[in-house]
């Protein structure tokens, strides 16, 4: 199969997997929505990253007897024509077989999205919909502006947002029992203040 450019992959309809993994690696991100091949927004700021690297220590020394936990980037492949790259996973042990070489193939039991200026609008609609639609258990979206965490539970088809955690209050997840953690102590546990970032 010969490798493709963005330029070329981007006029064809529907874009799948297949097509995206072979295409030319222009250093760039791309998701597949629907079929369509996106170019992902700018890379992440320096606060998102901070975030996800201590989200990541968190959920390690708390789930890590119970979950595999992966980082962006990272195909998560929902369909042959929808593939996301959320900022962090987790996996239960008695799903590991849809952990594969190439990504995750289906939907984990818990994504995280560190929302951005760039990609509020996408987290909080499109995705949202994306992972309901696919059955992913829960849905976090982090949100550095104001630190806050929206915890969204899979209710049939549907998420329900069922917390806004902010503060000293504690994370609490039926789908992920072990994670231990408040946003508050998440930003203490910086090491650098999101202040001196400026």
Known sequence: MTKKTYEELVKESPV????????????????????????????????????SGEIMLKLNGSCRNEFIILAAPLD??????????????????????????????????????????????????????VYAKYGVPEYWIVDPSNFTLEQYVLDGDRYELVEVYSGDAAINSKTVPCASFSMH???RGLPIAPDKLE
Do not use: C, F, W
């Open 76 to 129: 998560v492949i929902l369909s042959d024509t929808e593939v996301r790259q959320p900022d962090l996973v987790l996996i239960h042990l008695s799903r590991i077989p849809i952990i594969g070489n190439r990504g995750i193939n289906g939907a984990p039991d818990l994504v995280v999205e560190i929302t951005s200026e760039h990609s509020r609008k996408l987290d909080k609609v499109t995705k949202r919909n």
């Open 185 to 187: 102590g998440l930003v």
């Open 16 to 51: 799948t997997y297949e097509m995206y993994a072979n295409m030319e690696d222009d250093g760039n991100r791309y998701e597949i929505s629907n079929g369509v091949l996106e170019l992902m927004s700018p890379s992440p700021s320096s606060i998102h990253q901070l975030l």
